[in-house]
């Protein structure tokens, strides 16, 4: 795979979701930006890579990406070569055991699984509306004691996915900085809820929460260092865009806008 110069990995509800308008915006401005330097686009979602598929042609305004990390990071689908990237789930299905995990997880009161369609095949999901914390560490230790190496992402204060211990956001996003060979100081991560804090993890990266992010992203990133986190003050696809500004520099501003300045 050649070399990319820019990475934008962003969550898709919440994020680049939620304004057309906007979005359709950012849609222009990545595939302009795209055109000039060949950077490379990821949707990194709590949605399987077939809901994305389905909404992108559900969505015209929504750009097709160049990787879908679906199943909260645990499945990752590369569509211009309609190839999964086996070697990447290979590296945690021998850990993976789904019965054992859900026969623990229904022996605690709270959970309720989701239908099959919110289940991955590297990702066990759950509502639990206002879990308190102590009974997610008490979950959390009970599937340690059985042995079982995974681990626990709180979203939303509602869903609780349960993935493969190292799996996850993160690790999507180092996968792909390294399979799209982009330093991650040229890396942007973008989101709105918990299970997005995973991406600003990853060292080096830059990372942008946008405008309507909910509080538990703020509250994390707010320990990151500052250049090179930003709360974006726009909402939706209009944070992610002052996002790109803030991470690619000049470089995103659409060819009219640099010359003139
Ligand atoms: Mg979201």
Redesign the pocket.
Known sequence: MKRTKHLLCS?????L?GDTAALAEFSRRWDDFRRRTGAALAYV??RSVESVTKLLDETPELPWPDAIAGDVGTSLYLPKELAWDDAYHGSFKPTWDRGRIESIVMRHSGPERQGEAGQGPLKSSWYWKHAPRASLEALEAALMLAGLRCRLVY??DEFLDILPAGAGKHSAVRRLAERFRVPHASVLVA???G??TDMFTVEGVKGVAVGNAHKELIKALKKAPATHMLLARANHAAGVMQGCRFAFGEAFEPAAARSKS
Not at 11 to 15: C, I, K, M, R, Y
């Open positions: 969550d898709l509800d919440g994020t979701l979602t709590g979203s939303a989101g709105d809820t299970n997005d």
